[in-house]
Each structure stands twice: as structure tokens, then as C-alpha cells.
């Protein structure tokens, strides 16, 4: 009798997050040893004679990346084959290093108020550092939210949200204060 490993899932970014039997799209021999640390059983293993063992990986997706991993125990009456999924998920947030400057602006309505930035690289020209464990900052998505309140002064709270490719999120606040001092 022969049985898989149960599911595993791993916190990473590539198939090099997977710890024990590393991920192949080659078939790899392993021992049975390899096989029940890694979580199978063959328990009959002793009655079949000659044996052998192996894996084969293939994966899909990115957000999480599924492995199916393919065991395959052959005797000599044959082959049997089962089914490992892994799954490799990446579950940080970006992470941000210290707070945007509050901005005073001489001005007397709304449309002084300076624009949104798109990009990390314009969060980071700020003074604001931005990184993740998976995704590069060009490949980072940059969405904003005001919310306003008081007339002159007009206190405008802006919401930075910084996802990353598995939509992991950060948010930053920036205090934006329009005023009429002349």
C-alpha cells in the first residue's frame, strides 16, 4: 500500500521555497527513507522484492505557485503512481521604511493640491523606502485615496496603498495642508 504525502504549503516566491526534497522537473530516484521523511508510506515494501522510488514536479500559477508532485514506486508487477500538491505562497506585505513628510501649500483651493504619485520609485524619491521579498519595485502597483476635510485651512489625508504581485498590501499617510498665508 502506498500513499502521498499530504499537502504542504510553503511561504516563498519560487519553487526554491520548498524544504526537504527539492523541486524537480527532472525524474529524481530517492530512497524510501527520502519518501517517509517526506511524509509517504509503503507499507508493504519488505513483501515486494525489488523496488524503486521516484519524484517529477510541475508547476502552475504564481500566486501561489501549486507544484503537483509525482511519486512513482515501481516493483516487478509494475508501477504505482500518487499525488503530492505543494503550494508556495507568498504572504508578506511590502514594507516601508519611516513616513512621508507632512506638505503645507500655499494655495487657496483644492486644485493646489499636488497629484498623486505613481511608483514606488516616485514614493521612494520622497524618502520613503520601499521593499518586498518577491516582487521588484518596478513591478509593484501604486493606488491613492484623499480624503478631505476643513476649508482653508483644507487638511487633505492621502492614503498610499503599495501592493505587491500576490496583493499583499502597505499603506502609508500623507498630511497635506493647503492654506491661504498671503
Do not use: W
Amino acid at each position: 500500500t502506498v500513499t502521498a504525502p499530504v499537502t504542504k504549503t510553503f511561504e516563498g516566491c519560487e519553487t526554491n521555497a520548498i524544504t526537504g526534497l527539492t523541486y524537480s522537473e527532472a525524474e529524481v530516484n530517492i530512497s524510501l527513507s527520502q519518501f517517509t521523511t517526506a511524509g509517504g508510506t509503503f507499507t508493504n515494501n519488505n513483501t515486494v522484492g525489488t523496488y524503486s522510488i521516484s519524484y517529477k514536479d510541475s508547476k502552475s500559477g504564481n500566486c501561489p505557485i501549486t507544484v503537483e508532485r509525482v511519486y512513482k514506486i515501481t516493483t516487478i508487477c509494475g508501477s504505482t503512481i500518487v499525488n503530492q500538491i505543494i503550494k508556495i505562497q507568498d504572504t508578506t506585505a511590502p514594507v516601508i521604511t519611516g513616513n512621508l513628510s507632512d506638505l503645507n501649500i500655499e494655495g487657496c483651493s483644492l486644485s493646489d493640491l499636488p497629484s498623486a504619485v505613481k511608483t514606488v520609485a516616485a514614493l521612494e524619491s520622497l524618502g520613503l523606502p520601499i521593499s518586498d521579498n518577491c516582487t521588484t519595485d518596478s513591478n509593484m502597483s501604486i493606488s491613492s485615496s484623499d480624503v478631505t476635510n476643513g476649508n482653508l485651512p483644507t487638511v487633505i489625508t492621502r492614503t498610499y496603498t503599495i501592493s505587491d504581485k500576490c496583493n499583499n498590501q502597505t499603506k502609508v499617510i500623507q498630511k497635506i495642508i493647503i492654506d491661504d498665508t498671503v
